[in-house]
């Protein structure tokens, strides 16, 4: 893509609405644009950014044996007062009635309606064990919608829900999604810490918020620090394998780490040494949880068990805050000139900057780097703007992404570009040739 054909409308001045890093950068480098409070557009370079998000998200959850489906973000009241949510969710629920007096709701989650469709659909206990999410559009009315895509009304989330037979079945679900959410955050170059939450009302302990510790996070959290030394991706996982996963989930859990619903001063003193404690804040960006009957019962989700009697399903919801992830990321990898994108999720692998277009030998190669490149698979950014290179660093600093090949008259004349990390790592004077073949192979995270 070339720079002066993309469409991306970045802003000199930092928006004063802005409190957080993550939403200054987003309004400034051109990702997001409000519309009205806690709803926005994605521009072109942030919903290149979402969907490398998203795809990593899939990716994971098909591996561990969930199955993507899409239901709507229109739901009717009537599920939500079979399951008795519809009184007691409150004012974040935006209700909305037809031209025929019916009454519907935007969906804040889909509990009830992939509960309705299981109970009208599953029959006997060989449907079971199943694992079945989508990536759709919420809206919740929240209080106070702030920080720009961390706490919008209108959000992409990833819902899974799980149905098992019985409690036993319902854990081995848990676990599969427990593991999935550790791979999906570490592919994004996240640390996201698994916490005890609380359950609410229907209580027992399966429920696990994953934190990414930040000090603009919204949830006050408290861990020992050895978490984020635990390595999730250099192993293959069989999500087959109920030991193993155990085995990963366990080294997680015998640390201390919970949210404040949950915090426990004395144990947390006792089980975890000073030096090590964080007590501090956090972003949610995803949790697990396991609820049992809570919605099939009332919904009538039965199975005929091997045993020939009917049985309710046991399930369990899995959410991951998509939109919110790219704030999150944000807000753990950025500097005072703007964002750092890890190579994962980055809205292109490499920039190139021509210093001086219009001068053939500059112009030349430019285009043969980014043919090149291309031809290689690597989506490439091309700073082909009649501008001064101060601006251009400073726009290519901004949006942040992984790798930059300057290329200007006076390196050239020796067939020489520099080539940089946004991250600091690399920053050599090499032959153009030498540079390509780099920058055709690296990884893309
Ligand atoms: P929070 O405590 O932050 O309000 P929640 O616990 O109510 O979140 P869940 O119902 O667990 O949210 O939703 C699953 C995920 O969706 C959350 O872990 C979070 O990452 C994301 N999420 C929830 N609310 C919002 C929001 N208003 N804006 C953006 N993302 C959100
Ligand atoms: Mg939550």
């Known amino acids: 893509m070339r720079l002066s ?42 919903f290149r950014v979402l969907r490398r998000i998203e795809q990593i998200v899939r990716e994971e959850q098909d591996r561990a044996g969930a199955q993507e489906m899409l239901m709507p973000t229109i739901q009717p009241a009537e599920i939500w007062r079979e399951s008795g949510r519809y009184d007691d969710y409150g004012p974040e629920m935006l209700r909305i009635t037809d031209r025929h007096e019916r009454e519907l709701l935007y969906g804040p989650t889909n509990e009830e309606m992939i509960t309705e469709i299981f109970a009208a659909t599953a029959r006997s206990y060989r449907d079971l064990p199943k694992m079945l999410y989508h990536i759709q559009w919420k809206f919740r009315d929240e209080v106070r919608p702030r920080f720009g895509v961390m706490r919008g009304r209108e959000f992409l989330m990833k819902d899974c829900y799980s149905f098992d037979l019985d409690y036993e079945g319902a854990v081995r679900s848990y676990n599969k999604m427990f593991v999935s959410y550790l791979r999906t955050f570490a592919r994004m170059g996240l640390k996201a810490i698994p916490m005890e939450a609380d359950t609410g009302p229907i209580g027992g302990d399966l429920s696990h918020e ?48 919970r949210t404040e619903e949950k915090h426990d001063t004395a144990a947390f003193e006792s089980r975890v040494a000073k030096d090590r404690r964080y007590e501090g804040r956090g972003i949610e960006v995803g949790q697990v949880f396991y609820f049992g009957t809570k919605y099939s019962k009332p919904m009538g989700a039965e199975v005929i068990g091997p045993d020939g009697q ?109 080539l940089k990390r946004r991250d600091g790592t690399v920053a050599d004077e090499v032959a153009l040739s030498a540079a390509l073949d780099r920058l055709a192979t690296a990884p893309r995270g």
């Open 210 to 257: 994953f934190i990414v510790l930040a000090p603009t996070g919204e949830s006050a959290v408290f861990c020992d620090r050895n978490c984020l030394d635990i390595d999730v991706l250099s192993e293959d996982i069989d999500y087959g394998d109920d030991g193993a996963l155990a085995a990963i989930i366990n080294r997680f859990t015998t640390l201390y780490a």
């Open 310 to 418: 009917p049985a309710t399903v046991e399930m369990g919801s899995y959410g991951i805050g998509v939109s919110r992830l790219v704030g999150a990321i944000i807000e753990a990898s950025h500097d005072d000139a703007g964002i750092i994108w890890p190579d994962a999720v980055a809205p292109f692998d490499a920039e190139i900057i021509n210093l001086r277009p219009g001068d053939e030998a500059c112009d030349a190669a430019c285009m043969e780097a980014y043919a090149r490149l291309g031809a290689a698979g690597r989506d490439v950014l091309y700073d082909d703007r009649d501008e001064r290179p101060g601006v251009k660093f400073a726009d290519a600093d901004l949006i942040g992404i992984p790798w930059r090949l300057v290329i200007g008259p006076r390196g050239i004349k020796d067939g020489k570009v520099e």
């Open 5 to 46: 054909r993309f469409y991306l409308p970045t802003l000199k001045e930092t928006p004063k609405e802005a409190e957080i890093a993550s939403h200054r950068l987003m309004l400034r480098a051109g990702m997001i644009r409000q519309s009205s409070a806690g709803i926005y557009s994605w521009l072109p370079l942030g």
